[in-house]
């Protein structure tokens, strides 16, 4: 089970580290040309991208470091809680097919959680 949860945890800090790099490199007028952002402050987008940075590091330090490993599975709910912020904005956007993405990564999100709550402690 352990592997698995490695591999979740390894997909989600690509896909959110990712994400995250976007939202806080790209220029204003990148960022305001997104389809989502609308009158969303460049600010809380850039917010946004640091929360996911921050996600990622706590997918990965704490379980390779050993120091505060109870954080990997906190990391894990913090990033299933902005999908679910992503979902609803995306569910007023009337884009399914991202609100199915974020469905999944949620479900990611909160299998590591519990794998690392419960399952597995990390």
Not at 2 to 17: I, N, P
Not at 65 to 73: R, S
Not at 74 to 99: E, I, K, S, T, Y
């Amino acid at each position: 089970m352990d592997w698995l949860l490695w591999a979740v945890q390894l997909g989600l800090a690509v896909v959110f580290g990712q994400s995250g790099l976007r939202k806080l490199l790209r220029t204003d007028a990148q960022t305001r040309a997104v389809y989502w952002v609308g009158r969303t402050p460049v600010g809380v987008v850039r917010g946004l991208g640091a929360l996911e940075l921050l996600g990622v590091a706590g997918l990965l330090l704490p379980v390779l470091t050993g120091l505060w490993p109870w954080l990997t599975p906190a990391a894990a709910l913090g990033l299933a809680g902005l999908m679910v912020g992503a979902g609803v904005v995306n569910l007023r956007l009337r884009r399914r097919r991202l609100v199915a993405a974020n469905a999944v990564l949620l479900a990611l999100a909160a299998f590591v959680a519990y794998g690392r709550f419960v399952l597995v402690p990390a």
